[in-house]
């Protein structure tokens, strides 16, 4: 028989789609006696570093316990750890290497502005992904097969925010802030449209630029115009600067942040300042009765586990009950059983998924910061 060109690139395109298809297979079935491989990947370096450590040591101590009880399906865990610095470029970097070094899961990113990159190349590579931390809902609203999170979205954590701001705070003249992030701008929008679906219209919507030192001409247009609610959609460094900033100028102001304002390290930036801060988080699931025995094991390493340490350990201890269940560690297979079973049984209670990826039963509540501790409301 004879071949046309067009007939040969054809059949030798298809033999190279089904190789590639038949060796991310044989990646789940890898040194079946050998170690399976997954990763945490945050923010170990910049300015979100805090959010990175809490990661870090979440998914550690999910691998230890893992490990400790005879790993999953008869094989010990492999952790590798990645640093995007919340950097969208360095996150697809990192997402690269993961992908080459072959892992199955990867528990990360925190920032959503390297979820929503990253995640491209692990739909790619055939990586199941499972953020403990990214909020904005674009990253799984892309309709990947791999995409999951822990924690809620920004659609849901603004509608809290907005809502309180204009039950608790109605005739005050509310400033908006953003720093252009996917996080923090998504997060400011919904806290807008919330609280003006409530029938209250913020004074000021503006944006400022993370990374700086000096907000005090943002402070002083605030100042002019009166504002007596800051409301922050970014991180921790920035909103605690421009707090502290404010009181400094003799401002009687009170900051609302969100999720990244979840870190002790908050406190550090505004001392007194940051007193009566408030901020929107799942309710604290050091609290809850399933995260005892984890919580009690990582106190005796001095380890308090705050914000998304649990959340890490979570997205871990979940994708490990889920493999069970699938009988492998085949991303795919393990995603469909992760929608369509359930609930799974975590440190943070029991959780289900979407058709999406996101968590069925969202919980966003209320902290304050009071005498350099935050705590419920």
Not at 124 to 151: H, K, M
Not at 157 to 185: M, P, T, W
Not at 313 to 323: D, G, K, T
Request: proline content about 3%.
């Amino acid at each position: 028989m004879i071949h046309t060109r067009r007939q040969w690139l054809g059949a030798a395109l298809a033999g190279a789609v089904s190789g590639a298809f038949a060796s991310r297979e044989a990646w789940a079935q890898q040194g079946a006696s050998g170690p399976i491989r997954i990763a945490v990947v945050g923010p170990l370096t910049g300015a979100q570093a805090a959010f990175g450590a809490q990661m870090k040591v979440g998914a550690e101590q999910a691998v230890a316990d893992l490990n400790g009880t005879g790993g999953v399906l008869g094989r010990q865990i492999a952790l590798e750890v990645g640093d995007d610095a919340c950097d969208p470029r360095q996150a697809v970097s990192v997402a690269n290497q993961m992908a080459s070094r072959r892992v199955q899961m990867v528990a990360g990113h925190f920032c959503s502005g390297s979820s929503i990159p990253a995640s491209k190349v692990y739909t790619d590579e055939g990586v199941l992904q499972i953020s403990p931390a990214s909020t904005n809902p674009n990253y799984t609203d892309q309709g990947s097969w791999n995409t999951f999170r822990t924690c809620g979205r920004d659609d849901q954590q603004g509608q809290v925010a907005g809502r309180y701001i204009a039950e608790h705070f109605r005739g005050k003249k509310v400033a908006i802030l953003h720093d252009n992030s996917a996080y923090g701008r998504g997060l400011a929008e919904e806290t807008k449209k919330s609280l003006n679906a409530a029938g209250m219209q913020e004074a000021l919507f503006a944006a400022y630029t993370a990374g700086e030192r000096d907000y005090n001409a943002l402070v002083s247009r605030m100042k002019a115009a009166g504002i007596e609610v800051i409301y922050i959609g970014g991180y921790h460094t920035e909103a605690g600067l421009i707090l502290r900033q404010a009181k400094e100028q003799g401002m009687n102001v009170t900051l609302i942040g969100g999720d990244a304002l979840v870190t002790n390290e908050f406190w550090q930036i505004t001392g007194a300042a940051g007193e009566g801060t408030l901020m929107t988080f799942s309710s604290d699931p050091r609290r809850r009765p399933q995260a005892a025995e984890v919580v009690q094991r990582f106190r005796s390493r001095n380890i308090d586990p705050e914000g998304y340490v649990l959340y890490t350990y979570a997205a871990i201890q979940i994708w490990a009950e889920a493999v069970k269940k699938a009988g492998t560690t085949d991303p795919r297979r393990v995603a469909q059983t992760l929608k369509s079973d359930g609930p799974w049984q975590s440190v943070l209670g029991p959780i289900s998924f979407d058709r999406k990826g996101d968590v069925t039963v969202p919980d966003y509540v209320f902290y304050v910061w009071r005498n350099g501790s935050y705590a419920q409301m």
